[in-house]
Each structure stands twice: as C-alpha cells, then as structure tokens.
C-alpha cells in the first residue's frame, strides 16, 4: 500500500486554482523531486500532503487514513499526522518563532510529550546531524537565511517523522551549502525517511537520482519518472534545466 495516496485531487484558492486532478502514489522510502514553472503548484500539494489545508475535491490517504477536513478539526488526529510528516516551509522566517534555536528544535519533541532528558537528546542530535551545533544559543531570527534552513530542517527532524517535505531547500544556499544539504538529505533517505521536495536546481538534484514528478502551468502532474528514465528524455532534461 502507497504511504502516500492522492486520487483525482483539486485544490482552489479564493481566485485561482492551485492543483487540478493529481493523483500520485508515494511509497515508503521515495525520494521525490517537485518540479515545474512558478505558480504549478508545488507549495500547494506540501501544504496539502503536510495538512495544513485540505483537498477542495479528491481524496488523499495517509498510511490509509483519508485525510479530511473533519480529520484535521480533530487536534489529536492533527498531531497524529503532524508527527509522521513534517514540512520544512520555503520561507523559514514564518517557522521560527521560538527564543532560541535550543528552545526552536526543542519545542516540537516538548509538545509530544517526551520526557527532559528525551527532549534534551533530539535536540543535540538534530542540530549535530544538520551542522547547526553552533547555533544552539543563537535567536532563530537574527540567523541568516541558510542557517535559518537548517534550524528548520533540525525542528522537522526533531519529531522524527516517517516524511520529510522540503519547499525548495536549496533555495539561497551556496553551492557548498547546497550539496552539504543534498549529503543530509541522502543519508536520511538511507536512513529510511520517505522524502518529498520541491526545487528549482535540477542539475544539483540529479546527481542524487530522486523521482522527477513535474508539474505545468495548469497545475497537473505532467511526468512522473524514474532518475533513468529521465536519463533516456533530453527533451525533458532540457526543459528541466530552464526551471
Ligand atoms: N495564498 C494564496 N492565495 C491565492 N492564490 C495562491 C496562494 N498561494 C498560491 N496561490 C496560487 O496557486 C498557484 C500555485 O502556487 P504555488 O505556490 O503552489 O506554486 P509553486 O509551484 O510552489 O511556485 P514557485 O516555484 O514560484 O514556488 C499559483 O497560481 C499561485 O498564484
Ligand atoms: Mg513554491
């Protein structure tokens, strides 16, 4: 059974669509690249398969469970979702709110539940495994752009959660950056997490041989392939390489 399963799904904001009839299938342990021109709909379907909006028609399963309007009203169903799929925004600022990048990555595993020493460990873990250590003490928001990624990215992780969404992770990022970011992400694939992320840097992401699923400007999934058989396409390469 796919992890993720999104059937004939629409999403319609006040004056425009977003999405228009996906589905997909996402299985453990995919790594998944979103791609497309602006506007196709990448933030939208993270927002969505994270649930913090829900489908305007069409359905979207999580591990079997139909994630529904009445499913998210309910916060224990909420936090339920929330802990095995986390979202890493494409502008971190509105998900830093904490005092401390400590107190930031600890907030999430404190709201589980988790006892102080528990607490206390994913946070040193999760800011060791994203090179941001030194940043322990620092104000989340005083941090510049490519170090606000990472305590983003730590916070996620620090919930331990199945999924991993990243809008455009490697956005603003030196190309040392980038491929220190694109090193993590692999290791947490191999380390079992299903991954989902949405970027422009086709060349970058290549090396890495994700699953290209690309979007137009209708808002529709207009490929969904495999690293080779990407490889055999250099008319979708090329396309890709103007995204
Ligand atoms: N809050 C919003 N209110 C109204 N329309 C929106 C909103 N957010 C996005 N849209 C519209 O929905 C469509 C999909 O936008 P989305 O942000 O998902 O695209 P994207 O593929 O992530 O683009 P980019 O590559 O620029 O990040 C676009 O037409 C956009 O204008
Ligand atoms: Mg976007």
Do not use: W
């Amino acid at each position: 059974m796919a992890l993720i399963k999104l059937t004939a799904l629409s999403y319609d904001y006040p004056n425009t669509r977003g999405l228009d009839q996906l589905n997909l299938e996402i299985n453990s342990g995919d790594f998944v690249c979103l791609m497309g021109p602006n506007g196709s709909g990448k933030s939208t379907l993270l927002r969505i398969l994270s649930g913090l909006e829900n489908a305007s028609q069409g359905d979207y399963h999580f591990d079997g469970q139909a994630i529904t309007a009445d499913y998210l009203a309910n916060p224990q169903d909420r936090q339920r979702l929330h802990q095995q799929i986390g979202l890493v925004f494409q502008n971190t600022d509105v998900q830093l709110f904490n005092t401390s990048v400590a107190e930031e990555v600890a907030f999430g595993p404190r709201q589980l539940g988790l006892s102080d020493a528990e607490v206390a460990q994913r946070v040193t873990d999760c800011l060791d495994l994203t090179h941001s250590s030194d940043l322990r003490e620092r104000v989340p928001y005083q941090l510049s752009g490519g170090e606000k990624k990472r305590v983003a990215l730590a916070s996620v992780l620090a919930l331990n959660p199945k999924v991993l969404l990243l809008d455009e992770p490697l956005n603003g990022l030196t190309i040392a950056a980038q491929q220190q970011m694109l090193t993590l992400l692999q290791a947490l694939r191999a380390a079992g997490k299903t991954i989902v992320m949405a970027s422009h840097n086709f060349k970058q992401v290549q090396a890495i041989e994700p699953r290209f699923v690309i979007f137009n400007v209708a808002h529709q999934i207009q490929a969904d392939l495999s690293a080779a058989e990407l490889a055999a396409q250099p008319e979708q390469q090329a396309e890709l390489l103007t995204l």
